[in-house]
């Protein structure tokens, strides 16, 4: 088993915040704990009653497990709420300073400015036919069009499908496909390291093969233009020209989507992962005023891209919901220099940073010269989220990004959580490094063993106890495993999120990491599945076996155990291809790391492929149980084969 004591980290370190942070901290005590310890219902509701509903709902929670709903009867509007809401107010209010990847190449928009621009996009998607509950696929690159198209969806309660631009047109067609998406919205070209790449030529390939799609709307991003299909493709400069500047917001059901958002899980087809429009509102609107402690004055940063979780909640949403001023940033962090981000922290006196520990264990990797050159001294806050922020990396952040003056907050949640579970609020609970901390407010977490039993010390399975207002609903056009996945019979109320985790004795959770056969590559998270599916595509592969290796900087990184057709010839060039063969299936961030060319895997004798054993092996481990093993001679060949490929690489 994964999660095992061997995986605990032993650390004593403990971390205060100055008395001057918790003065002016928004949480000063544990009275909001107390609220929602007493009655999770009215610590929601509170919450809730901070946002504008044209109705308020009758109900403030409907829970019939696996099923909850949440502000039942209400009437309300995410993209209301994050512009209209804050007018007249905010309108001069920066809402995004906006830098390109090159030289010079930087904007900003006002809350007036995005007020107006969101209702024109609306307005052209009215013009286009979209309407309420259409699917809205976006696959746009870091620009603040791509927040404009999300919210212009929301705003006319049409269902936004953001599919990050690094998926390959192959996985863009099977969401496209999935979703019955009938748009979608996208730019002529995405910058990235110098380079101009046509994003728009990845969305003409997936869309020949998906037969709902109606219109492709597309932003223009430099002066060249990209072909066009008539018809079927609109500029989206041409599509506004003339059309109202007022579209108002649609009254929404609390309960009807907002969006899906692909994940990986253990199959080879992603999960359409369903948030509704309340719930998943006020758990970002109070996540992000809680956890970053958030004032006026502040300017946000969250690298996350808006094409996973991170960059819904807390770039496309949260921070708005809270009127916040924010940076975004198109381009990568080692281009056009290694000092870009911190380049851009002191142009913009960013005092809340949000990042990943890949991106920190690069920058430590990369040295903490590079900082020297940057005055850094606007960070009050920093964050981590997407895998283990594991202490090294943790005290690195502290002493060369925060100066050692500012907490850490380590913020634990997924995709179906749609916002923050687990993190420490520093101005009432110590930082400890490797550890998340402990639960919000509302949230009830409980480690339990395989048979669910709850275990009071050491590590076991993270399960969510009470439900809560931006849990996912279910998976898009696949109840039945939303149940299986999520939830355990008899009762099915209790959320297993699939990471394994442990306890201190002040309660202080430290996540392990994955228990089912989901790899976290910086961040993101693949199933082995969906890249042996995408190798067994391959003309020339048999079978395939794909498992995790730890990896320094990224975390983990994908080994795939490749069996061969007949014949086949096992040598570089069809590693390269193969590889190549995982990039156009799905996107670069599932390139495997190493093939391994091999006779057979591992397997029960049902025939099912034991990957427990090749994880161990790819992590050096003893071999656990093998009595269920069919094929024992092929773990000592294979050994062998995998340390001559690890000294080779
Ligand atoms: O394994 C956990 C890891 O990322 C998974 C969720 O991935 P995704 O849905 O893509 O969302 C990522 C951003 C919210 C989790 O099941 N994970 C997320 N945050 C942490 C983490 N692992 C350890 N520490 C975290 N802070």
Redesign the pocket.
């Known amino acids: 088993m994964k999660y095992t004591m061997q995986n605990l980290l032993k650390e004593d370190r403990l971390f205060s915040v100055s008395q001057r942070f918790k003065e002016g901290a928004r949480v000063k005590d544990r009275s909001l704990f107390d609220l929602a310890d007493n009655n999770y219902c009215d610590y929601w509701q509170k919450e809730a009653e901070n946002l504008h509903w044209f109705k308020t709902w009758d109900r403030v929670l409907d829970w019939q497990p696996p099923h909850a709903q949440w502000f039942i009867g209400g009437k309300t509007n995410i993209s209301y709420n994050c512009l209209d809401r804050h007018m007249p107010a905010l309108k001069d209010r920066i809402a995004y300073f906006w830098r390109g990847e090159y030289e010079g190449c930087e904007r900003m928009y006002t809350y007036g400015d995005m007020h107006e621009w969101v209702q024109k996009c609306a307005n052209g998607l009215k013009k286009l036919g979209v309407k309420k509950g259409d699917r809205v696929a976006i696959y746009m690159p870091m620009i603040v069009e791509a927040v404009v198209a999300m919210q212009a969806c929301a705003r006319i309660g049409a269902i936004h499908t953001v599919v990050f631009a690094g998926f390959s047109s192959h996985a863009l067609a099977e969401r496209i496909n999935d979703a019955e998406c009938t748009l979608v919205i996208t730019a002529d070209f995405v910058h990235r390291k110098g380079k101009k790449i046509p994003i728009k030529k990845q969305v003409d390939e997936a869309v020949k093969d998906c037969a709902t799609i109606e219109h492709v709307m597309v932003f223009s991003t430099v002066e060249e233009s990209c072909a066009m299909t008539s018809k079927r493709d609109v500029w989206y400069h041409e599509l506004v020209e003339g059309v109202a500047n007022v579209c108002s917001a649609e009254p929404m059901d609390a309960e009807d989507p907002l969006f899906i958002l692909y ?1 990986s899980g253990t199959t080879g087809k992603p999960k359409g992962i369903v948030h509704t429009v309340g719930g998943y509102m006020v758990g970002a609107y109070t996540t992000t005023k809680y956890v970053f402690d958030i004032k006026d004055s502040d300017v946000f940063w969250c690298t996350a891209d808006v094409g ?3 960059g819904h909640t807390y770039v496309a949403y949260g921070p708005m919901l809270n009127g916040m001023t924010q940076v975004m940033y198109e381009g990568a962090p080692n281009y056009p220099h290694k000092g870009v981000f911190w380049e851009i922290i002191q142009e913009y006196e960013v005092s809340i940073f949000y990042t990943a520990p890949t991106a920190i264990r690069m920058f430590s990797k990369w040295g903490a010269d590079i900082l020297k050159a940057y005055d850094l001294g606007s960070l009050r806050l920093l964050g ?6 594991n202490p090294e990396a943790w005290m690195w952040y502290h002493e060369h990004v925060g100066n050692k003056k500012c907490p850490i907050v ?7 959580t749609g916002s923050i579970m687990i993190t420490n609020l520093p101005s009432i609970d110590k930082q400890k490094p490797g550890y ?1 901390g402990k639960p919000l407010p509302g949230i009830e977490v409980e480690l339990v063993d395989e048979s669910g039993n709850q275990i009071q010390h050491g590590s076991g399975l993270l399960t969510i106890k009470k439900p809560w207002p931006s849990m996912l609903r279910t998976l898009w056009k696949d109840d039945a495993r939303y149940r299986a996945t999520y939830f355990r019979s008899p009762d099915y109320d209790t959320y297993y ?3 394994a985790a442990a306890k201190d004795e002040d309660g202080n959770i430290m ?1 392990i ?2 228990v089912d056969d989901v790899i ?1 590559v910086s ?3 693949i199933g082995s599945m969906e890249i042996e599916s995408a190798l067994v595509d391959h003309e020339a592969v048999a079978e395939v076996a794909v498992v995790p290796k730890p990896h320094e900087i990224r975390g983990e990184a994908i080994v795939a155990f490749v069996i061969l057709k007949e014949h086949i010839l096992p040598d570089d060039a069809l590693k390269n291809t193969l590889k190549k063969h995982v990039v156009d299936m799905i996107g670069a961030i599932a390139r495997p790391e190493t093939i391994i060319f091999t006779q057979d895997v591992p397997k029960t004798r049902s025939g099912k492929i034991m990957r427990r054993l090749l994880r161990e092996m790819v992590h050096d481990l003893p071999l656990s149980d093998m009595t269920t093993l069919a094929n024992q001679e092929v773990v000592s060949s294979l050994k062998e084969h995998y340390q001559f490929a690890k000294s080779r690489s």
């Open positions: 994940t996973w979780i991170t981590s989220v997407g895998e283990p922020l380590d913020t634990w949640w997924q995709t179906e998340a999120c699939g990471d996540i990491g994955r976290n961040g993101h998270r």
